[in-house]
């Protein structure tokens, strides 16, 4: 069982830059792949980034390349996703997900955390 924390969601103008964390528990946090993805209102939940379990590989949608990176810290049991050069579009709540494998991680969640939100203003 891993249960999954998001922290550091908030309000920011447009332009600016926010740190998401997401914190997990118990010890096999180094075997999953883990993924941010964002629902806005009224849309689907999309992909936004994933990282693979040593953190070697990693791999972002095209709507955010170049300005977000995700990363991990296996010893802290924490992945992250930095976003710079914000935009309104991105405003959502974000969620961090745990998959066993990175090349199925779309469609094999195991675990998801309760989200962030985000918020950009113009």
């Known amino acids: 069982q891993v249960q999954l924390v998001e922290s550091g969601g908030g309000l920011v103008q447009a332009g600016g830059s926010l740190r998401l964390s997401c914190a997990a528990s118990g010890r096999t946090f180094s075997s999953y792949a883990m993924g941010w993805f964002r629902q806005a209102p009224g849309k689907e939940r999309e992909f936004v980034a994933k990282?693979?379990?040593?953190?070697?590989?990693?791999y972002h949608a095209d709507s955010v390349k170049g300005r977000f990176t995700i990363s991990r810290d296996n010893e802290k049991n924490t992945v992250y996703l930095q976003m710079n050069s914000l935009k309104p579009e991105d405003t959502a709540v974000y969620y961090c997900?745990?998959?066993?494998?990175?090349?199925?991680?779309?469609?094999?969640?195991?675990?998801w955390g309760q989200g962030t939100q985000v918020t950009v203003s113009s």
């Open positions: 997900a745990a998959s066993p494998s990175y090349y199925r991680l779309l469609t094999d969640i195991y675990y």
């Open positions: 990282i693979n379990a040593s953190g070697g590989s990693t």
